[in-house]
């Protein structure tokens, strides 16, 4: 029963310091999303991938890479780090079939920039 | 572009009692689907009720209901006979036939004893 895990759970970088967060799912589906957290402003879409191979800009892309090299695993990148991406970010999964699936979520990663 | 407004930032409710939270949407397509997630203070994300815009019926889940009123474009959620355990944060969500959900900024429901 693992679902869609997130590693790492917390991490503190140093501003201009890079690091990868992974995501993975064991429940084959075809779209993965990852967002970030924030005060007042609800979950917001950094990048999105509807199949393996395939990623796309969501709706606050800057500062962030991903990439989906296999079916079950989504990774995001912070090439330099930022205080601004101060967050917590979640990586969440759905099967296809568009507007009537749920998405499944991870269980967060706080991440602070100082 | 799709949006999902939340207008209740925080709401207090007595335990026992019904509480209703605002959710509109704004959007031209004609299918889409709404939701509604539970958020706890662990943080975990919880699903809570699923509304197909071409539903004829407004969904329930036990203590869940989603008043859905399309012509407003309104997808609130009442949770009846409110719990202590209900107190969290609660985001709307939208997929507007793409592949991506949009959240709405949350609500913080407190249930007093």
């Known amino acids: 029963n693992a679902g869609v895990t997130q590693t790492p759970k917390f991490r503190v970088l140093k501003t201009g310091q890079s690091m990868t967060l992974l995501c993975a799912q064991d429940m084959n589906h075809e779209y993965m999303y990852w967002y970030r957290q924030d005060p007042g402003m609800g979950l917001r879409l950094i990048h999105y991938?509807?199949?393996?191979?395939?990623?796309a800009k969501g709706e606050v892309p800057d500062g962030y890479n991903v990439s989906r090299l296999k079916k079950q695993n989504f990774l995001l990148g912070l090439e330099s780090a930022a205080p601004s991406q101060t967050s917590v970010y979640f990586c969440?999964?759905?099967?296809?079939?568009?507007?009537?699936?749920?998405?499944?979520f991870g269980s967060g990663t706080q991440l602070s920039v100082l | 572009a799709q949006k999902i407004t939340q207008t209740q930032p925080g709401m207090f409710v007595q335990e026992k009692e019904a509480v209703t939270l605002d959710c509109t949407y704004d959007?031209?397509?004609?299918?889409?689907?709404l939701f509604w997630y539970k958020q706890p203070s662990s943080g975990e994300m919880i699903f809570l009720i699923y509304q197909g815009s071409y539903d004829q019926q407004n969904a329930t889940e036990g203590r869940y209901s989603l008043n859905f009123q399309k012509a407003r474009k309104s997808a609130n959620l009442v949770i009846s006979a409110s719990q202590l355990g209900d107190s969290a944060m609660y985001f709307c969500?939208?997929?507007?036939?793409?592949?991506?959900?949009?959240f709405g900024a949350g609500t913080t429901v407190t249930v007093r004893a």
């Open positions: 969500a939208s997929s507007f036939n793409d592949y991506k959900l949009s």
């Open positions: 991938s509807v199949g393996e191979g395939t990623t």
């Open positions: 959007t031209s397509d004609p299918s889409y689907g």
């Open positions: 969440a999964s759905r099967r296809q079939g568009a507007e009537k699936e749920k998405l499944f």
